[in-house]
């Protein structure tokens, strides 16, 4: 039962464009949110989180969007750069310290 | 400030044999993880630690896998005997607290084990 999504498994954006990736969840009782980023042959890191308690958060070009109606959240980056090539996940709590990760959406910036 | 450690990077090795890998988190840290992520599945937490006691091992397959963390610092996962399903990137991950929500995990670059 996969509770946390990401239905693309791929993107291609041409560089300075918009990347948008998708995440959709079943848990209601899931009220964090997390994307993380991850290099080939390196572990993930953080890239950005949100709380339930608000529907947009912003750190320079990338913005995390929460839809808790529709159990889906996305991330959009602004303007897409070669080096944001990469596997992004999303995670998600339900309130304790466990997230719980999506399968992941490749995302190729072509130049 | 370093990052976390792992190693070995790579291992291959034929089922049933055992296996173990190694992870230093960094320093100071209090919480400790160690994920499992098959290929092309997000990573699954397999144990948590606290310092030296375990969190929560909920998932993590006991007839088969085992871990320990050394005075609260490395810790070590082991596998024995390993099965073909086990081919996997195991990942440790550590934290600075507690390991509550919203406190950011950084991930070591993983083990890449193949079981044949």
């Known amino acids: 039962d996969q509770q946390v999504k990401q239905n693309s498994p791929s993107l291609s954006v041409q560089e300075g464009r918009i990347s948008i990736l998708n995440c959709d969840y079943t848990?209601?009782?899931?009220?964090?949110f997390l994307w993380y980023k991850k290099y080939p042959a390196e572990g993930p890191t953080f890239l950005i989180s949100?709380?339930?308690?608000?529907d947009k958060n912003e750190d320079g070009r990338f913005t995390v969007f929460l839809n808790k109606s529709a159990k889906h959240l996305s991330l959009h980056i602004v303007p897409s750069q070669p080096g944001d090539s990469a596997v992004y996940f999303c995670?998600?709590?339900?309130?304790?310290?466990?997230?719980?990760f999506g399968t992941g959406t490749r995302l190729k910036v072509l130049a | 400030e370093a990052g976390v450690a792992q190693s070995p990077r790579y291992k291959i090795i034929e089922k049933r044999q055992s296996v173990a890998f190694w992870c230093n988190p960094i320093?100071?840290?209090?919480?400790l993880y160690w994920y499992q992520q098959i290929l092309g599945q997000g990573p699954k937490l397999l144990i948590q630690?606290?310092?030296?006691?375990?969190?929560?091992d909920s998932q993590l397959p006991k007839d088969r896998f085992s871990a320990e963390r050394l005075k609260g610092v490395d810790s070590t996962l082991k596998i024995q005997p390993a099965k073909l399903e086990d081919s996997a990137v195991y990942l440790c991950?550590?934290?600075?607290?507690?390991?509550?929500?919203?406190?950011?995990?950084?991930f070591g670059p993983g083990t890449r084990l193949l079981v044949l």
């Open positions: 630690f606290q310092n030296n006691g375990v969190v929560d």
């Open positions: 995670a998600a709590s339900d309130g304790t310290y466990k997230y719980i």
């Open positions: 949100i709380s339930s308690i608000k």
């Open positions: 991950a550590s934290s600075l607290g507690s390991g509550g929500r919203g406190e950011t995990q950084y």
């Open positions: 848990n209601s009782m899931f009220d964090y």
């Open positions: 320093s100071g840290h209090a919480t």
